[in-house]
DNA sequence: TGAGTCATGTAACCAGTTACATGATTAC
DNA sequence: GTAATCATGTAACTGGTTACATGACTCA
């Protein structure tokens, strides 16, 4: 539903191929959303169809030559109008929890490792989203615009995105520390 | 992926109807995994004729008959199968995050009223939450079993995935309260 | 008599995933 | 030579959403 507004914001903030659009989906874009290369060639060209985006050939020296989008008026006003459309909160799904729960019907010890995992992953996310944070936001290169553009609203709403993932994932990382105590009051003596 | 998981895990806490998954969809299970009806009688079906869940006719005085399925064997040993097999981290899909620096390409105050909406429904879905931990593990009717049933991995792993919708819940209000005073930044002085 | 709840479904469509496919260049 | 990266795609399948459809009973 969304990916082509996401993928409207994304060549806003910067025009790029669908290979650099796959790529930022692993990464900044990728915090909240995901998609695939094969998702995204497929939903370019129809944007491209639907005059979306304009594609320029770019001739590369060293690498295979590739196709550089950019958003045109009528993407523009896509995303404008979608913006101004209200959406419904979203729900949630969450195999992890379905897990937990169904683990009353098994034996819960062998949940363990699986969730363990999982939150080391969220550790790693966190650690990735803070470093973003200090290189982008906190750091001392990002303050090289200076405070004379306090008000530079791309900047600023990505920061209070990121800020979200962070708070996602401590939020997660505390959640699954509660999942293993609880787990492991089922454990060797059962 | 999951649907059918999380049927069994349902039918398991308590046989039931289609009809009465889908409620349950709509609560309890919900608040990690969703599902219209129109889904959950296909995927039943289909789980009958795979063997996973047995059905009985259960004729109703006042209301239509209802089939009432609950788990057979098959069905217990494809959910172990599938609590032991390791499963990614999920990734995220947040069309609000999208829509909050996509705002910066649009008129950032007209995002307000939406995330006002936002935070609004996940205060409604935290006091819901709050209200069923009370009656179900916390209130005075919840001890009704006492302490000597203090390892009932049922109840216990169903607090705590309630505990994590309720983390949630209180890490989505805080975050949106910061979306917010961002927001009012690029407000009327604009 | 009309709205609301209980109850079960079909059909068409759309979005997302997985598998397959190609080909150039760079670095070891 | 071979693995990794850059670059673009097609095809088949699966899962989820939306729209449509029916019918009995209850309560105001």
Not at 37 to 44: E, K, S
Not at 104 to 128: G, K, M, S, Y
Request: aromatic fraction near 8%.
């Amino acid at each position: 539903m969304a990916l082509e507004h996401a993928i409207l914001v994304s060549l806003l903030e910067k025009p790029g191929s669908g290979y650099e659009l796959a790529r930022r989906f692993e990464r900044s874009i990728g915090y909240f959303w995901t998609a695939s290369h094969q998702q995204i060639y497929r939903v370019l060209k129809r944007m491209e169809n639907d005059g979306w985006v304009d594609v320029r050939d770019v001739p590369q020296q060293g690498r295979p030559d590739k196709k550089e989008y950019r958003v045109a008026d009528l993407g523009r006003a896509a995303l404008s109008s979608w913006l101004h459309d209200p959406i419904e909160p979203e729900s949630v799904r969450h195999d992890l929890a379905v897990k937990i729960r169904g683990a009353a019907f098994d034996d819960p010890t062998a949940l363990i490792r699986e969730v363990e995992r999982h939150r080391q992953a969220h550790r790693d996310r966190l650690a990735h989203y803070l470093a973003g944070e200090a290189r982008d936001f906190t750091g001392p290169e990002a303050n090289a615009a200076g405070p004379q553009a306090p008000l530079d609203a791309e900047r600023e709403l990505q920061h209070v995105v990121l800020r979200g993932g962070i708070a996602y994932e401590r939020m997660m990382i505390d959640w699954l520390d509660g999942v293993l105590a609880t787990l492991a009051r089922f454990g060797p003596a059962r």
